[in-house]
């Protein structure tokens, strides 16, 4: 059988332990790097957008109030007060949310219709996120180098070329991992927080009636004046909390703590800080060249614009790691709770789980942002095509966080208004931000389409083999440990099973299994099943191995295997690693045999890898047979089982083809050769 897990290995040296300083300095470079550079074309598009505001005292205090409690509210209270409480096994994102619900259901019971509908929110969610993860790499890079237009329009053909290298330098230097990453970008981050609060302050100074946008009355007159026009600029306002979904995904990176001070002491206020001198700098007399706002926040001098186009460009390349690591994370629980097929996954710290490397969404997600940048070639084309993927998924981690606070206990008179008041926020950006489909918001609807059409697949196919696999499964292992003892107390090593002898042949094998084997009890595993049924034969020694990941960096040799004799050579070993160790079957072997735990010969002994083979009966209806097919192609991409358990080099590796014909409203393995009725519970006849 395949493990379930994804395959996980190491890479780089095991860090000392991170302080709580150094791990808000990392989050700066990843956490934060995306909603810190919001202020780069944020406003910018509010007033100089497709639907542009004029520049007036009641346009810039309506809109600043707007951004105000946007962040507060959003970003301050419901992600990083809230939300990122919600982690499942230190991992955040909206996957955590669905395993912490999961993890509160009867082990044996049913899944309910609530569960359903839960699960179909989640992989919505999930699939929206992907979409806008793809677009804000490219519009960050993309505004960043916008800024050489400010000091001459030469470089305008540049601004595309230059943003499609800088992207690919980024995703080749993922491999290194997130620690690294943030280790060198956090501080460049400092840098640019004290930069972008220090420059609004300024303007500020100079037009403190800004600071009146804090009251919410502004917002509330600005909505009165603007009427129907206003879900334009709700559609623009939404740019300031890019990131806030990657942020609650990332959480496994660097731990709740790390976020919740880094924001509340250095990133909220500088992002204020500079917000609001963007207003100030709307409400002065002089013009704003080529529209570019920010820009126009610092003295127009080429040594001073080229060092802040400098400075931008490095901010953006770290906020596009901030829904890169954050896919990453989302990828590896969708894999864990069964949306995702099997990937390659390198864990790259010792210390913090969530911080790790896959190298298939890393190329896929370089490839996305490649082709968008080359599409609309500019920061404002995508900015129309961000926002409507992303507030869905918002929209849903509401909806989907009051019943993980109900799962904890938390009162309904309280945390139901308080979730259906973020609700009420999130609709609006998103029902606003439908307006912009036709202009480019089309693209991530279509990525999460893709996407959400995968993991359903991807879901209901595991679903089938299950089914098929749990039928299968109702023979204890027993009534084999009874037939291996009849053909050792056999003088000729022989015994009738069925209509056919069973002989006992001088080999060891070894039964890779997808679950434990406790006790004689346990229904047997289907290799074992398998091979007798096609060989006529039973192993002199078998041993049934079960390799499962744990969430601790390194299990102990010492405390990493159990081994159960069962009785008549038949051994089950259980084995627990870390998710920083890579396991390797033949050498685990050879060690427990030196040990003197288990008994084989090296010279003849195999390994036996289960692999499923899909069989389309002609009973399933068209669209099933599509999803199946569909199905197939994506399982020829999973990271395979003799990978994951290091025997692409172990000569005595054999795959045992495992056949499974799936129909309408059925599922089942199909050997050939029956076994004799009276094994079977009920007298029942095998699966066929």
Known sequence: MRSSSAAIHTKGKIPHKTGLLALGISALGVVYGDIGTSPLYALKETFFGTHPL???????????????WTLLLIVGVKYVLLVLRADFHGEGGIFALLGIIRNKQPRNGKPTRLLWILTTAVMIGAAALYGDAVITPAISVLSAYEGLEVVTSAFKPAVVWLTVITLLLLFLFQSGGTARVGGIFGPIMVVWFITIGGVGLVWIIAHPIVLLAVNP???????????????????????VITGAEALFADVGHFGRRAIHVSWYSFVFPCLLLNYFGQGARLLDSAPIPSNHLFYALFPQNDVIIYSVVVLAMMATVIASQALISGAYSMTRQGIALGFFPRLQIISTS?????????????????????????????????????????????????????????SWGWKRYWIGPVCLGFLFIDLAYFLANTLKFFDGGYVPIMIALFLFSLMLTWQWGRAQLAD?????????LR????????????????????MRSLSQVERAVVFLTSRPVLSPDDPCPIGLRIYIRRNGAIPKHVILLNVAHVHQPVVPEEKRCDVIPLGANIVAINVRYGYMQSPNVPSLLRTL?????IKINENRWTIQVGEEEILIDPSLRFFRRLM???????????????????????????????????????????VLDSEPADQYPGGAGPQK
């Not at 045999?593 to 735990?597: E, I, S, T, V």
């Open 54 to 68: 004029a520049r007036n005292i009641e346009n810039v205090l309506g809109v600043l109030s707007l951004v105000f």
């Open 217 to 239: 009355l502004h917002a509330w007159h600005f909505f009165a004046a603007q009427g129907i026009r206003v879900v334009f600029v709700l559609g623009a306002v939404v740019l």
């Open 350 to 406: 010792a210390e913090i789980e969530g911080q790790l490397y896959i190298p298939a969404v890393n190329w896929l997600l370089l490839a996305g942002c490649m082709l968008l940048v080359i599409g609309f070639k500019t920061s404002s084309a995508l900015a129309a095509a961000y926002g409507l993927a992303v507030t869905g998924t918002m929209a849903i981690t509401s909806f989907i966080f009051y019943f993980v606070a109900q």
């Open 468 to 476: 098929a696999f749990s039928s299968f499964l109702k023979i204890p």
């Open 479 to 498: 009534r084999y440990l009874e037939l291996k003892q009849q053909i050792m107390d056999s003088p000729h090593l022989r015994t009738m099973f069925g």
């Open 593 to 597: 045999k030196n040990k003197k735990l």
């Open 628 to 670: 199946l097919r569909f199905f197939i192609f994506i399982m020829r991409f999973t990271n395979s089982a003799d990978r994951y358990f290091g025997l692409r080099e172990f000569a005595g590796r054999n795959k045992t083809v495992i056949p499974v014909l799936i129909g309408h409203k059925f599922a089942s393995v199909t």
